[in-house]
C-alpha cells in the first residue's frame, strides 16, 4: 500500500528558508515520479516541482525555480524540497504526490497517491 506522509512546514518570515519532507513507502523499484503540489486558499493546485527518480530529472514551476530544490534523501524513499527566499505568494498547503512510471505531466489529477499535505505560511 502507497503512503505519503509530509512534514516540515510551519511560519516563516519573508526572505526566509523551509525544508519539506515526505515520507513515501509502498514503493518499488526507481520507476516512479514524486513531486509537490501546492495550493492555496480559493486557487487550483498547482505543481510546484518534481522529479523522475530512475532519471534524476527535475522540473521546476517558473514560480519557484531559482529557489527551490527537490531532491531524495536516503534510500530514494524519502523526497525533499528546500525553499529559500520565501514569499508571502509561496503560503500554501504543499502536497507531495507520486506515481508509478514515467512522471505524467504536471496536472494534479494524473497523479494517484497522495500525502495530507503540510500547511506553510510566509509572512511579510
Known amino acids: 500500500q502507497v503512503r505519503l506522509v509530509e512534514s516540515g512546514g510551519g511560519s516563516v518570515q519573508a526572505g526566509g528558508s523551509l525544508r519539506l519532507s515526505c515520507a513515501a513507502s509502498?514503493?518499488?523499484?526507481?520507476?516512479?515520479?514524486m513531486g509537490w503540489f501546492r495550493q492555496a486558499p480559493g486557487k487550483e493546485r498547482k505543481v510546484v516541482a518534481r522529479?523522475?527518480?530512475?532519471?534524476?530529472?527535475?522540473y521546476y514551476a517558473d514560480s519557484v525555480k531559482g529557489r527551490v530544490t527537490i531532491s531524495q534523501d536516503s534510500g530514494e524513499r524519502s523526497l525533499a524540497l528546500q525553499m529559500n527566499s520565501l514569499q508571502p505568494e509561496d503560503t500554501a498547503m504543499y502536497y507531495c504526490?507520486?506515481?508509478?512510471?514515467?512522471?505524467?505531466?504536471?496536472?494534479?489529477?494524473?497523479?494517484?497517491?497522495w500525502g495530507q499535505g503540510t500547511q506553510l505560511t510566509v509572512s511579510s
Open positions: 522529479i523522475y527518480v530512475f532519471s534524476g530529472a527535475t
Open positions: 504526490a507520486a506515481d508509478f512510471g514515467p512522471c505524467p505531466g504536471l496536472l494534479p489529477a494524473n497523479y494517484r497517491y
Open positions: 509502498g514503493f518499488t523499484g526507481r520507476n516512479v515520479c
